[in-house]
T-cell receptor
Framework: GAVVSQHPSRVICKSGTSVKIECRSL??????MFWYRQFPKQSLMLMAT?????????EQGVEKDKFLINHASLTLSTLTVTSAHPEDSSFYIC???????????FGSGTRLTVV | KQEVTQIPAALSVPEGENLVLNCSFT??????LQWFRQDPGKGLTSLLL?????REQTSGRLNASLDKSSGRSTLYIAASQPGDSATYLC????????FGAGTRLTVKP
């Protein structure tokens, strides 16, 4: 079945640094990639939607200059958390879909801790 | 904006019990609904996907139903086991995918 590989699974970084998270669709072309954030004991909240070759669409309240999303190819999307702060510590997870009425395939998530 | 609600927020049952998890959504114009399982600190595992034209899907001890017109879905788990302990999330898809807050299930041996 469809697989989305997400790396890294865990990352600890210092406050003020930037962190890049990658999601790759291994056996299908991901025309659309979604990025979610999950705080402890809360549900997944959609941050942004990206279509290959286009600028990402951000949800209200999500800073586009802080969370940079690149979807340059049909198999790779990246989320860069710039100038990370402790409040950015969270579980970030991507999901990919292709054209058609299919369910989404999720990556395994990235636990970001900013110290 | 689509709102997805899951009830109950937490559930604790003895092993062997049958149980029902509920999910409701406000906008019935969906493409599909998906149930996921999430273990602590882990990603999502897809359990069942119900297309908007379908009424239910079954996989092993799991059965999910969808009543799109009333904005409701249920996940039925038969003969629960301790290994079923996890958070169960429902998500509805239209242009994007929106999640409920989840039901945290504990099955006691």
């Amino acid at each position: 079945g469809a697989v989305v590989s997400q790396h890294p699974s865990r990352v600890i970084c210092k406050s003020g640094t930037s962190v890049k998270i990658e999601c790759r669709s291994l056996d299908f072309q991901a025309t659309t990639m979604f990025w979610y954030r999950q705080f402890p004991k809360q549900s997944l909240m959609l941050m942004a939607t990206s279509n290959e070759g286009s600028k990402a669409t951000y949800e209200q309240g999500v800073e586009k200059d802080k969370f940079l999303i690149n979807h340059a190819s049909l198999t790779l999307s990246t989320l860069t958390v710039t100038s990370a702060h402790p409040e950015d510590s969270s579980f970030y997870i991507c999901s990919a879909s292709t054209t058609g009425d299919y369910g989404y395939t999720f990556g395994s998530g990235t636990r970001l801790t900013v110290v | 904006k689509q709102e997805v609600t899951q009830i109950p927020a937490a559930l604790s049952v003895p092993e062997g019990e049958n149980l029902v998890l509920n999910c409701s959504f406000t906008d019935s114009a969906i493409y599909n609904l998906q149930w996921f399982r999430q273990d602590p600190g882990k990603g999502l595992t897809s359990l069942l996907l119900i297309q908007s034209s379908q009424r239910e899907q079954t996989s092993g001890r799991l059965n999910a139903s969808l009543d799109k017109s009333s904005g409701r879905s249920t996940l039925y788990i038969a003969a629960s086991q301790p290994g079923d302990s996890a958070t169960y999330l429902c998500a509805v898809r239209r242009d994007d995918m929106r999640f409920g807050a989840g039901t945290r299930l504990t099955v006691k041996p």
